[in-house]
């Protein structure tokens, strides 16, 4: 199931239950739209959009293209990888007001189960350094692919920034890369600091933040995951 909360108050407070008939892979908010999510998984549906916990009438069953990840692009466009099968298929769908039709399905341009998929400027950024240039989104090509991977937030229009694990012997270490994005090469890179259990394995959710910071999900060394801040100049000063 899923479930709504309202953020007007501190804490947060429970809201409509919405039943679904399995677990969703992934879930994301629809821009422009505060009532609307689209899933993938939850039972036959492999791809739906959700308007206040209602499924427009118009879904993309599982078929043979499985979906474990989206990402939403520009407006009307959604976009799915399978993590599940050695397939590893990127796939494209327009979305409107009566749902999702499928407009790709490719294999060869990403690999990994473990990958995950991030939105910007026409582009997808891959956590294992793939970039899909989707500026066609019914036909997704290969634009490049980085040296390094790690979990993958976009900064601005010719920089992301990838948090991977620490260079040298250090096992506990986090280090985050600036990269820009016409050549896919590394502008800086800054020691987040050590002593992070199971390194860039256990960590999730880059975001940034805005002006100089960062935020990730990680675990310490007890163990236990935390939300982490990272400022540096550096961030704030690429274009």
Sequence with gaps: MI???????????????????????????????????????GGTAQVTILDDGVARPTIVGSGSVFVTKLAAGP???????????????FSSYATSASGVTRLSARQGLMGVFQNDIHYSQGRIYADWGEVIDVSNPALPVRAGKYAWNGIVTPRSSNRIMMLTEGEGAATDSLLLRILETDNFTQVASLAVGKGFSGTISGAADLFYIGGDGVAFVSPGLQANHNVFIFRSPTIAAPP
């Design 3 to 41: 479930r709504k909360f309202s953020l007007a108050s501190t804490p947060p407070v429970a809201g409509t239950t919405i039943p679904l008939s399995g677990s969703p892979y992934d879930l994301l908010a629809i821009p422009g739209s505060p009532t609307s999510i689209a899933l993938c998984g």
């Design 75 to 89: 407006a009307g466009a959604l976009f799915g990888y399978d993590g599940m099968s050695s397939a590893y298929t």
